[in-house]
């Protein structure tokens, strides 16, 4: 058993008794055997460190075996009669001291959780007691080996499952949206060849056997012009503050340095950073190196990396290189279920796509004014009923959304309801009214009642 003389978190007490079980199974000690286990202080370990050892040194764990043991030797009790503790008629072994600061200090450097770390601590103590060294570097892999042979079988070994928040930012039309669907596999965030297409955080939800990725689609950068461009710039920056890692993406084929410059000075706080070139498929290779050598000189960021989100080129190396950066958990943990894509509900999402579709059809001038709320969605008729306003800012907009004969809202419908149909995997009926709201981007109270504000 183990006697704890410090006290420490329920769960970590629980699977350091596990590491205890284990390691007593592998050396096939006799059970009424025990070890003193203590979390102490940097003072605290350094004196012992000074003391016994003449090292004046904060370390991570310290041992300190009652018995003479070799690795693989059996341990007898009826060796020890004189030395068992006749109150509880165990033999006691040895003492572990773990160094707590240090121990959160190693965990938060190797990016696994505390907990995991402090087994690790222990297991090591353990296998000290029973003999084991590491002076030599023969006898340090034999040990390292045991030690992990123990942790891994009890899952605890290495962290597998990695999670986090990873958010996209970059100029407007740089493809960020794009991206997010070709990361997720599904369409999350509406893309078009339009400026100023995404309005507001979008989060699409990348799942696999050991990770959960939630990515998080922003507003572009661009100038401010009216309200809704405010809420754009919040969005942006609530994004950036609660994220591990920054995809920072820049387009091939305009001045990669000059891009860069821009958009680095908004992001000087401290979180991972990777570079994406995006749209290679549509740059030379001997045009964009040059400039990527010499952003590599003076780009402040974690890595570099040349992709297209269009066709989906390195988007692969892209997941293996966030999961890299991502927080480790020796469970598996994720924030959203593992059936969720997006934040978005089905009404949400289908009113982005009469947006995206509009964007598509529509003159440069109208588009920026349109925003589309479902107002009522059937899911239980069959076509699936669907009904939308699409909202434009001028009286004279309305005419030229509705087409001659009603041709172009028409267009927009039909492109609408073929994606839609995609997506929901059903047959729809799609009503879309054209509606105007003056001026509404720069009503507070409309911009609010769209669900655009950042609350
Ligand atoms: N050729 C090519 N085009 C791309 C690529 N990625 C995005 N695009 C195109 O670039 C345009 C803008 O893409 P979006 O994904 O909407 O860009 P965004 O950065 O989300 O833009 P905003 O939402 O306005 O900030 C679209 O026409 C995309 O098809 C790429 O890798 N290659
Ligand atoms: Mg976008």
């Known amino acids: 058993m183990i006697e704890f003389n410090s006290k420490i978190d329920e769960k970590i007490m629980q699977n350091l008794t596990r590491v205890y079980d284990a390691v007593v199974d592998f050396a096939s000690l006799p059970k009424k055997i025990k070890v003193n286990l203590s979390f102490?202080?940097?003072?605290?370990?350094k004196r012992l460190n000074k003391e016994t050892r003449n090292i004046d040194k904060v370390?991570?764990?310290?041992?300190?075996?009652?018995?003479?043991?070799?690795?693989?030797?059996?341990?007898r009790l009826s060796d020890y009669k004189f030395d068992i503790d006749p109150e509880d008629n165990r033999l006691l072994i040895g003492d572990i001291y773990i160094c707590t600061k240090r121990a959160e200090e190693q965990s938060e450097e190797y990016g696994h959780s505390l907990n995991r770390e402090i087994c690790f601590l222990f297991s090591h103590g353990m296998l000290h007691i029973l003999g084991y060294d590491h002076i030599e570097k023969n006898d340090e892999e034999k040990m390292l080996k045991v030690q992990s042979e123990i942790l891994e079988k009890l899952?605890?070994?290495?962290?597998?499952?990695?999670?986090?928040?990873?958010?996209?930012?970059g100029e407007t039309n740089a493809g960020k949206s794009t991206l997010i669907n070709q990361l997720v596999g599904e369409k999350v965030a509406i893309v078009s060849p339009k400026s100023q297409t995404t309005r507001d955080n979008i989060k699409g939800i990348y799942n696999d056997k050991n990770s959960q990725i939630v990515f998080v689609d922003t507003p572009g950068y661009h100038k401010r012009k009216t309200k809704i461009d405010d809420e754009m710039d919040?969005?942006?920056?609530?994004?950036?503050?609660?994220?591990?890692?920054?995809?920072?993406?820049?387009?091939?084929?305009?001045?990669?340095?000059?891009?860069?410059?821009?958009?680095?000075?908004?992001?000087?706080f401290e979180a991972k950073k990777i570079l994406l070139i995006n749209k290679i498929d549509e740059t030379?290779?001997?045009?964009?190196?040059?400039?990527?050598?010499?952003?590599?000189?003076?780009?402040?960021?974690?890595?570099?990396?040349?992709?297209?989100?269009?066709?989906?080129?390195?988007?692969d190396i892209l997941i293996?290189?966030?999961?890299?950066?991502?927080?480790?958990?020796?469970?598996?943990?994720?924030?959203?279920?593992?059936?969720?894509?997006?934040?978005?509900?089905?009404?949400?999402?289908?009113?982005?796509?009469?947006?995206?579709?509009?964007?598509?059809?529509?003159?440069?001038?109208?588009?920026?004014?349109i925003q589309v709320v479902v107002t009522d969605f059937k899911e239980e008729t069959e076509p699936i009923e669907i009904y939308a306003d699409l909202y434009c800012e001028r009286e004279s907009h309305k005419p030229i959304i509705l087409g001659k004969n009603g041709e172009k809202i028409k267009e927009i419908s039909t492109k609408s309801r073929l994606t839609i149909e995609w997506i929901i995997e059903k047959r729809v009926n799609l009503n879309i009214y054209v509606k105007v709201k003056e001026n509404w981007r720069n009503d507070v109270r409309a911009?609010?009642?769209?669900?655009l504000n950042v609350e």
């Open 234 to 268: 919040k969005h942006i920056k609530e994004a950036i503050e609660d994220t591990e890692i920054l995809l920072i993406l820049i387009d091939a084929k305009k001045s990669l340095i000059e891009q860069y410059e821009k958009i680095i000075k908004n992001v000087s």
């Open 284 to 315: 030379k290779y001997e045009k964009v190196y040059p400039q990527l050598l010499e952003l590599s000189k003076i780009a402040k960021v974690d890595e570099i990396l040349p992709i297209s989100a269009l066709k989906g080129t390195n988007c």
């Open 40 to 45: 102490v202080d940097e003072k605290t370990i």
């Open 59 to 75: 370390t991570d764990v310290l041992t300190f075996p009652y018995i003479e043991l070799k690795p693989k030797q059996k341990l």
């Open 320 to 369: 293996e290189m966030i999961k890299k950066y991502l927080p480790s958990y020796d469970y598996e943990m994720r924030y959203y279920p593992v059936e969720n894509y997006t934040d978005k509900n089905l009404r949400e999402i289908c009113a982005e796509v009469i947006r995206e579709k509009a964007l598509l059809c529509l003159d440069d001038e109208i588009p920026h004014g």
């Open 155 to 169: 899952n605890i070994g290495r962290d597998r499952f990695k999670c986090g928040f990873v958010t996209i930012i």
């Open 447 to 451: 911009i609010a009642e769209f669900g």
